[in-house]
């Protein structure tokens, strides 16, 4: 028999909620048939919804929770306060060994916090990072931090880049990926004196992968690196630009087919085309971004997204788990620190300077 694949889910995170977080399970349902559910919400709101789906009837189980983490909610007010909400009882599901995964699409700040006092961080990393897959020319390439950690040190994105070539391994399937830092120029003497002392450090430190050195903007969809490792203010700017850019081009697109006859019959011509354009583009297909670092799966997805975009996010949970991703995360930074110092872990202050945005 196929071993079942239980994910926790925060049924009232997200802008949609929870209409689009029970109907992106149904769709990833249909992708991921040995998935079961815990959803974790307002039971006047969501069971309805689950009535409406046969399919969930049968590997769904749903816990009532009384109160919801608001995106303007401070991180530590989220900690102090959000004991009985749908995001903490979801993640304590994880540390309880209840369920493999949580998935949320609520504030990126507070299920950063939450993920983190519950599950702690795996030795030798201070503070976990969000990473995701991000379209290039050349195929995808990781990027983190993408807004948790606002201020990073140089060991901080040390650590990004160990974590971000392991996920890159176990994911894309790269043996020996190649590390960028984000920074303002590829000469070594630009940038800040944390993203020079970074790029030092991993010149001289045994990584599992190659450090490329400095990559600018332009280098994230040229594909230059497999890895793009940055802090997350300037990774958060960088994704919400790319996705923005995304729109962009596709309404100039739109205005352009439609702006006279010939327009028209060119976009008959050019339909199949543009489809692969729209779904080779689509942010939908790479939502869903894993904290990495933490001793458990815990994976955000954007607070904007559809139901699409929620089962995609959900399909890299289930991927994570079925490919035992932090087990080998463990192995590999251990072996890392088995060559250096490890580094002891940053207790975690309650008004610590996390991000309280509502979406990665």
Do not use: W
């Not at 000469?187 to 993203?195: F, I």
């Not at 430190?205 to 190659?210: A, E, H, Q, Y």
């Not at 081009?249 to 199949?272: N, P, T």
């Amino acid at each position: 028999m196929t071993k079942r694949t239980v994910i926790a889910l925060d049924a009232m995170g997200g802008d949609d909620a929870p209409d689009m977080i029970v109907a992106g399970a149904a769709l990833a349902r249909e992708r991921y048939p040995d998935i079961s559910y815990l959803f974790y919400g307002d039971e006047a709101r969501v069971k309805p919804l689950l009535d409406r789906h046969a399919e969930l009837r049968g590997c769904s189980e749903l816990h009532h929770a009384p109160d919801v983490i608001g995106s303007a909610m401070k991180p530590s007010l989220a900690l102090r306060q959000g004991r009985a909400s749908s995001m903490r009882l979801a993640i304590n599901a994880v540390a309880k060994g209840e369920a493999a995964s949580v998935i949320s699409a609520g504030n990126t700040g507070a299920l950063m916090a939450t993920a983190k006092f519950v599950l702690k961080t795996m030795p030798g990393i201070d503070r976990p990072a969000i990473a995701t897959m991000l379209p290039t020319q050349t195929g995808e390439c990781v990027m983190l931090d993408l807004g948790a950690n606002l201020e990073c040190d140089a060991e901080n994105l040390v650590q990004f880049a160990l974590m971000g070539a392991i996920f890159c391994r176990a994911v894309l399937g790269i043996s020996q990926p190649s590390i960028g830092l984000l920074n303002i120029g590829a000469e070594e003497l630009k940038g800040h004196d944390e993203v020079r002392t970074a790029a030092a450090i991993l010149r001289e430190r045994p990584i599992p992968g190659v450090f490329h050195g400095f990559v600018e903007g332009d280098d994230i969809t040229a594909g230059t690196v497999d890895v793009v490792v940055t802090d997350g203010f300037s990774g958060n700017i960088a994704l919400k630009t790319a996705e923005g850019t995304a729109k962009l081009m596709s309404h100039f697109l739109r205005q352009a087919f439609s702006s006279s006859l010939s327009a028209k019959l060119g976009y008959l011509l050019a339909r199949g085309a543009l489809h692969k354009l729209k779904l080779r583009a689509d942010p939908r297909r790479y939502n869903g971004a894993m904290f990495l670092g933490l001793q458990g799966v815990c994976v955000k997805s954007h607070g904007g997204t559809d139901h699409v975009g929620f089962a995609n996010a959900i399909g890299v949970a289930h991927d994570l788990v079925t490919h035992d991703f932090n087990a080998r995360i463990r192995d590999e930074l251990a072996r890392h620190y088995g060559a250096t110092e490890p580094v002891a872990p940053l207790a975690l202050a309650e008004d610590a300077p996390i991000s309280s945005d509502g979406d990665a």
